[in-house]
């Protein structure tokens, strides 16, 4: 079945830097890739997602970028501000519905 | 507009005990989800239902879990006996997109602790 291996698992920046998150899969039929941000104690919610007819997407300081031909997949967050600072989920779906997410990344933005 | 809503928010149990979390997905929202959260994991998938069908249950350890989603709203998932492995989150998520990838609203969800 599809995996999802996210890396790095904990990331710290200072606050205006760029953070970089990355993920791989293992099923080239995936076609749906999305981006939770799930704050302490919070529920995930949805950042960012991107569709694999599509290469790369934005959405002010937020962009995602995708790479059918290695299987992988990236989140960008620029001019990081502490209120970013959460565990970040990267997903990927074959199956309408049926997300397989990764491992998660703890950002750290510090002031 | 009110999110997906879970109860309870915490519980602990001793082991063989039951236990049950109940969900309200958004209104109008007909796919609702259970996923499994470990600690310092991502979400795992337990089971989806399209209204009251669960159309994919392939994750759920049947031996002792179970779900149940009655007409097609409200969803119930219950652990009978528990196990220590069971403690974890216990997220529900509902979507409107029905057969199609989209955003997925999860609630708050429900932490249990098996002692």
Known sequence: GENVEQHPSTLSVQEGDSAVIKCTYSDSASNYFPWYKQELGKRPQLIIDIRSNVGEKKDQRIAVTLNKTAKHFSLHITETQPEDSAVYFCAASINPGKLIFGQGTTLQVKP | ?115
């Open chain 2, 1 to 115: 507009e009110a999110g997906v809503v879970q109860s309870p928010r915490y519980k602990i149990i001793e082991k063989k005990q039951p236990v049950a979390f109940w969900c309200n997905p958004i209104s109008g929202h007909n796919t609702l989800y259970w996923y499994l959260q470990n600690l310092g994991q991502g979400p795992e998938l337990l089971i989806r239902y399209e209204n009251e069908e669960a159309v994919d249950d392939s994750q759920l350890p049947k031996d002792r879990f179970s779900a149940e989603r009655l007409k097609g709203v409200d969803s119930t998932l219950k652990i009978q006996p528990a196990e220590l492995g069971d403690s974890a989150v216990y997220l529900c998520a509902s979507s409107s997109v029905g057969g199609r990838n989209g955003e997925l609203f999860f609630g708050e969800g429900s932490r249990l602790t098996v002692l």
